[in-house]
């Protein structure tokens, strides 16, 4: 949570504890906080201490002061910063796709945990499961039939089939479990489904900028990243994808249609029905990336394209990766029209899931309260992607650009004068901070004064570590 970092000094501690009461709702817009002297003598601080903290959330926009009444939740967020405008030109030629070391050390910092972790777009480990999900797991293995420990279809089980069917359902996208084969993590079912639909040397239309797990996959396939403009509010622009059809031998499109990473960029229903409809109309297959689809701040998960196919040639993928766990590696796609060549490519490649993760999670999603937790990470993750979105404003030169999302966990920021991301990298890392630089976003060397920043571990002790990286791009304008 907030205040859990073990660096944070004991009035950011403070400060997080209310924070995180502000948005459990415990004070509304408009309520009084206990005084001062109250808060000082229920938890034991100095108070100057509780002082130090109520400061800092009203110069976070938080709280307000009013004379002689005391401290109170601020009824209006402070303004926000301005945001990013449309993506930039692209070369629109296809690039073959070379990124892969710079995205191993990014991957790699995660590991290294006297790094401030901006980078990857790992979810807080503490708005996990993880408690309940291991003594599920536990329990599962006690109890599972023994077959299970010898065999598993290729498509995943029956019980986790019928659960995401039912998470389908919900996204008004009703599917049937038939429909749904189970992966090892979303980055599987990409896999599989660019195998499926292309060959090598094969142009597949992505979105600029675009998740780098995505580039890879290309990259591994031998295949070549056709990069449309996207913009950061309404995603893939079509305008640009129709001349792109018409003018090149597109085989596949990947299109994330809810919260972009690293834009953040959510389609409406009208934009997914006509990239359905146009991909549809010259038979070219959509896969559609939703990993972040359940993570909308508005709490009503956007829709997906997947709903307005008429042909059966979008193949939609997820994973369970953003809100339960990154490393039981479950994930899942509906691979249309494709499933049979697809189920074949995934007996070819490592025969099935691990079946008791599979179980595990099914038994979680059985046993309720996954919407008491999307509930919960939602308005988590909707603060801090605020919270850290303000912070940048705060402590970058002028000049600095940032998305404005209403979903997932990521952040899109334009550095002002052309720094190069990559120099800021190598500064940030030695100084105890780790980033994605905008390079790994794209085939073509777009992003070079771009980043992306993961808000998912944000707290007010990351403040220190984002004045720094401020200073290093200060430094690297001069
Ligand atoms: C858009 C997108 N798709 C896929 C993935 C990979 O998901 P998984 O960890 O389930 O393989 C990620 C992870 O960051 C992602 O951001």
Redesign the pocket.
């Given at each position: 949570m907030a205040n859990s970092s073990p660096q944070a000094t004991l009035y950011e501690r403070l400060a997080g504890e209310v924070l995180t009461q502000v948005q459990a709702g415990k004070f509304a817009p408009g309520d009084r906080l206990p005084s001062v002297r109250q808060v000082s003598q229920q938890k034991n601080l100095s108070v100057t201490t509780v002082l130090q903290a109520y400061h800092l959330l009203e110069d976070r926009g938080v709280i307000e002061a009013r004379p002689q009444s005391g401290y109170y939740v601020r009824a209006v967020m402070p303004p926000t910063p301005p945001p990013l405008p449309e993506s930039t030109a692209l070369p629109f030629d296809p690039t073959s796709v070379r990124i892969d070391d710079l995205v191993m050390r990014v991957v790699r910092d995660t590991l290294n945990h006297d790094l401030v972790q901006f980078g990857?777009?790992?979810p807080d480990p503490d708005l996990l499961p993880t408690a309940r999900l291991n003594r599920i797991l536990a329990q599962v293995a006690r109890r599972a039939n023994p077959l299970y420990h010898t065999v598993g279809l290729p498509e995943g089980t029956p019980q986790l089939r019928a659960q995401v069917a039912r998470r389908t359902y919900l996204a008004g996208c009703p599917l049937t479990p038939d429909e749904i084969v189970i992966t090892?993590?979303?980055?599987?079912?990409?896999h599989l489904a660019l195998r499926t639909v292309c060959k090598t040397g094969d142009l597949v239309a992505v979105e600029s900028p675009t998740?780098f797990?995505?580039l890879q996959v290309l990259q591994s396939l031998g295949l070549h990243a056709l990069e449309i403009p996207t913009h950061p509010e309404t995603g893939i622009s079509l305008g640009a994808l129709r001349i792109a059809l018409q003018n090149h031998p597109v085989k596949a499109a990947v299109v994330?249609t809810n919260f972009?990473?690293p834009l953040g960029s959510c389609m409406s229903s009208d934009a997914k029905r006509e990239l359905v409809e146009m991909l549809e109309a010259a038979d070219i297959p959509l896969i559609e990336?939703d990993?972040?689809g359940e993570l909308a701040f508005s709490g009503q998960h956007p829709g997906v394209a997947r709903a307005y196919s008429r042909k059966d040639l979008v193949l939609l993928?997820s994973?369970?990766?953003?809100d339960i766990s990154?490393s039981y590696?479950?994930?899942w796609i509906a691979p249309g029209r494709f499933k049979d060549a697809l189920v074949r490519a995934k007996m070819a490649t490592n025969l099935t899931t691990p079946v008791l993760t599979q179980l595990a999670i099914a038994a979680f999603l059985e046993s309720g309260g996954y919407d008491h937790i999307l509930r919960t990470i939602r308005r988590a993750y909707a603060q801090k992607v605020s919270q850290m979105a303000r912070a940048v404003v705060r402590n970058f030169p002028e000049g600095t650009l940032v998305t404005h999302p209403q979903g997932g966990f990521v952040l899109w920021v334009q550095l002002p004068g052309e720094v190069d991301s990559l120099a800021l990298y190598n500064q940030a890392v030695q100084a105890g901070i780790t980033l994605a630089p905008g390079y790994i976003f794209s085939a073509s060397n777009s992003y070079r004064s771009f980043i992306r920043l993961n808000a998912a571990y944000w707290s007010f002790a990351s403040e220190r570590a984002l004045q720094r990286l401020g200073e290093l791009v200060a430094g690297l304008m001069a």
């Open positions: 990857a777009a790992l090892s993590g979303c980055t599987e079912a990409l998740y797990g995505i994330m972009n990473n990336d990993i972040y993928t994973s369970f990766s953003k990154p590696r479950i994930g």
